[in-house]
């Protein structure tokens, strides 16, 4: 495969694979289909992904003593019953209840393949899902990334040198234009079942807490923890490294981990990317969020405009100093900066 072909895979799985630093189980798959891997995290929860290169959520699969609980439903309808297809080579329960970590489109829109389930999630999730979810900046921005990526490999398969190069970037168009073509099929189906603070989940001997720790890469951020397995699902909330923040509450993301560091685990399980068992990842992405707002805030002060922060805050006093935010980032400080709630 040509570098061409590498630079378009390496491009249209970026987000995806951003954040696998940090984490020594990346190749620990324990089963896999044709569509799916699973590895298991820890006593009977799986962390499940697609095998296809394209952006998708992590799911988690949670097998009980009788049922399946699954977090998180994938980016597409299709991708959803792929998930569903693929459950059976780990166990025959059934799936009965389906939690959404939050609201944005590559975690929840899979939701109407589960239709016969209970589908659980924070009120404002709800709320963002049953207005106008197909209108939300990061859906539209998925969209139109798709686009742009149809679009470029177009570019290349024109633009290629020899047959061996030209057959693996159709190749690859081919399977993101199948991708692409499943969003027409999208439903957003809200949950159907809501919390606010808590709600615990009593399955035979395991007890799976949902819980709201407060405001960080959106308004409902929910985490999924396990106490007895010592286990948390974080959503998008952590990574091992900065998520985005287009959506986000960076001026109280630091202090909503702080809360998340109140309850006694040693794995995370993001919503993105394989296992973090170094938990550093935690201060360390408190202190970029902090030093973030500061700089970001510097810069409102002075009367810069949004468009132009970009590449110019000095974050070299974090882990993470090239993570520069994105014009809609930036706007979405400043207008967190203007309109505090």
Request: charged share 25%; aromatic share 8%.
């Amino acid at each position: 495969m040509r570098h061409a072909l590498r630079l378009t895979i390496r491009a249209a799985l970026a987000t995806a694979t951003l954040f696998a630093a940090g984490s020594l189980w990346a190749q620990d798959w324990t089963t896999t289909t044709d569509t799916h891997r699973f590895m298991e995290v820890r006593n009977g929860i799986w962390l499940t992904q697609t095998t296809a290169q394209v952006f998708n959520s992590n799911a988690l699969v949670i097998v009980n003593d009788e049922d399946v609980v699954v977090v998180d439903s994938h980016v597409t309808p299709a991708k959803a019953r792929d998930l569903i297809a693929s459950i059976p080579a780990i166990t025959d329960k059934p799936v009965t209840a389906v939690i959404n970590s939050h609201f944005h489109w590559d975690h929840a829109h899979g939701n109407q393949e589960f239709a016969d389930v209970p589908i659980i999630g924070h009120e404002y999730t709800r709320m963002k899902m049953a207005t106008a979810p197909l209108e939300e900046p990061t859906y539209v921005q998925g969209t139109t990334g798709n686009a742009a990526t149809l679009e470029r490999l177009a570019e290349q398969i024109e633009a290629a040198e020899d047959d061996e190069e030209r057959a693996g970037l159709e190749a690859y168009r081919a399977m993101f234009a199948a991708h692409a073509a499943d969003f027409d099929e999208i439903d957003p189906l809200p949950p159907d079942v809501t919390m606010n603070e808590k709600m615990t989940l009593f399955r035979g001997g395991r007890e799976i807490q949902i819980m709201f720790v407060g405001r960080a890469h959106t308004g409902g951020d929910t985490v999924v923890y396990f106490p007895q397995d010592r286990l948390v699902f974080t959503g998008d909330m952590l990574f091992g490294g900065p998520s985005f923040m287009g959506d986000g509450y960076v001026d109280e993301w630091a202090g909503t981990l702080e809360n998340l560091k109140a309850l006694d685990f040693d794995l995370v399980v993001p919503g993105h990317g394989p296992p973090l068992e170094d938990l550093s990842a935690i201060e360390k992405s408190q202190e970029y969020y902090r030093v973030l707002w500061e700089r970001t805030a510097e810069k409102h002060a002075a009367g810069v405009p949004a468009e132009e922060v970009s590449g110019t805050l000095d974050l070299s006093a974090t882990a993470f100093p090239q993570r520069q935010p994105s014009e809609v980032e930036v706007r979405r400080m400043y207008s967190r900066m203007e309109n505090p709630d």
